[in-house]
């Protein structure tokens, strides 16, 4: 893949400088979860909300809620007075709320920390479900490249990650979830990812996709029995509730320092992003489906 985002062993970045001077007092898990209609089963899970409705820090969090920004993707040259013009918060978001709208031209790398965020375990099972909305025409909207609306990682796109991304060439552009492991346990002999077949990818192709300049979609990423150490991690796809695939069979070791890693927002991305929700689980459907009405 020609463009993909590496980072580094430590994080330099600093804040968004378009947040606002007073900070805004975050709500509990139980507020948000009101809010968006979430089942009580779900909210007792909840890690991370970041609605944008007050703004570029998350609502709720177990970890930092800091949105970071970095002028280079390999995290090395940080511009401290950085205000990243094309990433605003707008009126238009899912339900009656705001939204994060990125705009073209942007130079910037936008990112969450994971730690305590995303419930990571090293040495044994490990789980979790991440949902986000999105609004946008790919073939219209988006530049001509890979295009990753989120991206959690510590090292690289191809290196105990899991993204989102649109596919460059293909057209109608493909959306994909892709589940790599450590580089070295899923890619042992440094195989070219674009020349693997798509039914032996650690990944979910979707051929045609719903995505819309007109309409929310949904899409809502499960995981469940990582670092295992076995071959048997499984983690799926849903498009607006409704399962879409599904990676399974394979031994998922993802070998993290979570002070190190990172939740990206809109590698190269021009659309709308609402409402990112991390839990601590593999959410059932019927958890998936409360999200997904997008109340």
């Known amino acids: 893949m020609s463009f993909r985002s590496i980072l580094p062993g430590g994080i330099l970045a600093v804040i968004l400088g378009l947040i606002s001077p007073g900070k805004l007092q975050a709500e509990t898990a139980e507020e948000v979860g009101r809010r968006l209609g979430l089942k009580e089963s779900s909210v007792k899970s909840l890690t991370f909300a970041a ?7 998350a609502d709720f969090a177990r970890g930092d809620n800091r949105l970071y920004s970095s002028k280079t993707l390999d995290r090395k040259l ?26 073209p031209g942007r130079k910037n790398f936008l990112f969450y920390k994971v730690k305590d965020n995303l419930k990571y375990r090293e040495d044994g099972a490990w789980s979790g479900t991440v949902s986000y909305w999105l609004k946008v025409d790919p073939e219209k909207d988006l530049p001509k490249d890979y295009v990753d609306p989120l991206q959690i990682t ?33 890619n042992p002999d440094n195989r070219d990812f674009d020349k693997i077949k798509d039914a032996e990818k650690s990944a979910v192709v979707l051929y045609k996709s ?5 309409k929310w979609v ?3 990423i499960s995981f469940s029995q990582f670092n295992t150490g076995e071959k048997n991690g499984r983690a799926r796809l849903y498009l607006d509730g409704k399962l879409q695939g599904e990676v ?11 002070e190190k890693a990172a939740i990206l927002l809109g590698i190269n991305y ?4 609402d409402n990112l929700l991390i839990f601590d689980r593999e959410l059932d459907e019927a958890e998936i489906s409360a999200i997904s009405v997008g109340k």
């Open 51 to 57: 609605t944008f409705d007050r703004g570029f820090e």
């Open 78 to 103: 940080v511009d401290a007075t950085l205000e990243a013009e094309e990433v605003v918060t707008i009126t238009g978001g899912v339900g009656i709320g705001r939204m994060l709208q990125f705009r």
């Open 154 to 186: 510590q090292k690289a796109w191809n290196d105990a990650a899991f993204w989102n991304d649109f596919t460059k060439d293909d057209r109608p552009r493909q959306f994909r979830l892709g589940v790599l492991a450590d580089l070295k346990v899923w």
């Open 210 to 214: 719903p995505f819309t300049s007109e």
């Open 218 to 220: 949904n899409i809502t």
């Open 248 to 258: 399974t069979g394979q031994n998922q070791r993802y070998s993290w320092d979570p």
């Open 270 to 273: 021009v659309g709308g992003f």
